[in-house]
């Protein structure tokens, strides 16, 4: 049997040639942001391992300073052989708090702020 050649014919042959350009441009745009992931990827590994190398440097260096040049501290009653530094403490707690109770408003306010904002922009 003799081979017979059979010829496709397209119907639109420019839709067609758009089409495969068109994908063409997006597969290459896709590979060039996979590069572009993979480069930041590359960049990420080697600064943690610089920040590593560092912050290990840092732990020696405050190790050394410590051990070698800074005085030592004077001898600090306890707290709880001294009511008056009891006292004391208990203060910088309750203004700790009353610190943290602001900040917990104030972003409450923020929140609800953000909210009309948003809602805001819905209604435009």
């Known amino acids: 049997m003799p081979k ?10 420019i839709l067609v040639r ?3 350009l068109e994908s063409a441009i997006l597969a290459t745009e896709i590979l ?3 590069q572009k992931i993979k480069k930041i990827r590359t960049q990420k590994h080697h600064f943690k391992t610089q920040l590593k190398k ?3 440097e840092i732990k020696q260096l405050v190790e050394k300073l410590e051990i070698h040049e800074l ?7 306890s707290p709880h052989k001294s009511p008056v530094i009891k006292k004391e403490l208990q203060k910088e707690v309750k203004e700790q708090i009353k ?5 917990e408003v104030e972003h409450s306010e923020l929140d609800s702020e953000l909210k009309k904002l948003q809602e805001k922009l819905k209604n435009l």
């Open 32 to 34: 060039k942001s996979h």
């Open 18 to 20: 758009k089409t495969l």
């Open 99 to 103: 610190q943290e109770k602001l900040l």
């Open 71 to 77: 005085p030592r501290p004077p001898s600090i009653p």
């Open 54 to 56: 560092d912050l290990q």
């Open 4 to 13: 017979q050649l059979v010829h496709a014919q397209v119907k639109n042959p």
